[in-house]
């Protein structure tokens, strides 16, 4: 797998050092909140277990799946819950926890319908964002890095469900989707 990455841009140090940052603003600013990380499938797997090692206040975890990508590399921009949430988020504070945002396309619509279940907050916490391609306007409480506009994989993140055990964050080769 590693020939197909053309560059490292986050080695598992530096993830790991910043999802401690990250676990560590998160666990004081929700100390005394019924906090709730909602990880959205399956590119937050990684992120969402590492952050949550890193919360040292109770919090609770689910998850949902939604699709906007198939396997190209460009946002479709159509939505589908492919999975909702397992319990009422009514009255608790939530954090999103995304991969990364590109378009913003997914995130617009998962906020619109998640405030519609009444949380007494809601916020996002991405590890990756990606402000060249944005379309839709998103507010992002936590970032972990700004990145440019290249097709990055690993840690979490696919091109057509493969690369996500890589454990650092490169840059896919464009031949390989091209
Ligand atoms: P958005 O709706 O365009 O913001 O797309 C967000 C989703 O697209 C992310 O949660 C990822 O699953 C996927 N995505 C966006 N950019 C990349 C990338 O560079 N590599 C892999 N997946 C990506
Ligand atoms: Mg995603």
């Given at each position: 797998?590693?020939?197909?990455?053309?560059?490292?841009?986050?080695d598992?140090?530096?993830?790991?050092?910043?999802?401690?940052?990250?676990?560590?603003?998160?666990?004081?600013?929700?100390?005394?909140?019924?906090?709730?990380?909602?990880?959205?499938?399956?590119?937050?797997?990684?992120?969402?277990?590492?952050?949550?090692k890193?919360?040292?206040?109770?919090?609770?975890?689910?998850?949902?799946?939604?699709?906007?990508?198939?396997?190209?590399?460009?946002?479709s921009?159509?939505v589908?819950?492919?999975?909702?949430?397992?319990?009422?988020?009514?009255?608790?504070?939530?954090?999103?926890?995304?991969?990364?945002?590109?378009?913003?396309?997914?995130?617009?619509?998962?906020?619109?319908?998640?405030?519609?279940?009444?949380?007494?907050?809601?916020?996002?916490?991405?590890?990756?964002?990606?402000?060249?391609?944005?379309?839709?306007?998103?507010?992002?409480?936590?970032?972990?890095?700004?990145?440019?506009?290249?097709?990055?994989?690993?840690?979490?993140?696919?091109?057509?469900?493969?690369?996500?055990?890589?454990?650092?964050?490169?840059?896919?080769?464009?031949?390989?989707?091209?």
């Amino acid at each position: 797998m590693r020939e197909d990455i053309k560059e490292i841009l986050m080695d598992e140090n530096k993830i790991r050092e910043k999802i401690k940052e990250l676990g560590h603003n998160i666990s004081e600013e929700y100390n005394g909140k019924e906090l709730v990380l909602i990880g959205v499938l399956k590119g937050s797997v990684m992120f969402m277990s590492d952050l949550m090692k890193e919360i040292t206040i109770p919090c609770s975890m689910d998850f949902m799946a939604v699709s906007s990508y198939g396997s190209s590399t460009k946002s479709s921009g159509v939505v589908r819950i492919l999975k909702d949430l397992d319990f009422e988020i009514e009255g608790k504070d939530v954090l999103i926890v995304e991969d990364i945002i590109d378009s913003g396309v997914t995130l617009k619509y998962l906020i619109e319908y998640l405030n519609g279940r009444k949380p007494n907050s809601l916020e996002i916490v991405c590890l990756l964002d990606k402000p060249e391609r944005r379309k839709a306007h998103i507010d992002v409480k936590y970032t972990g890095f700004t990145v440019p506009d290249y097709f990055l994989v690993g840690y979490g993140l696919d091109y057509a469900e493969k690369y996500r055990n890589l454990p650092y964050i490169g840059i896919l080769k464009e031949e390989i989707y091209k």
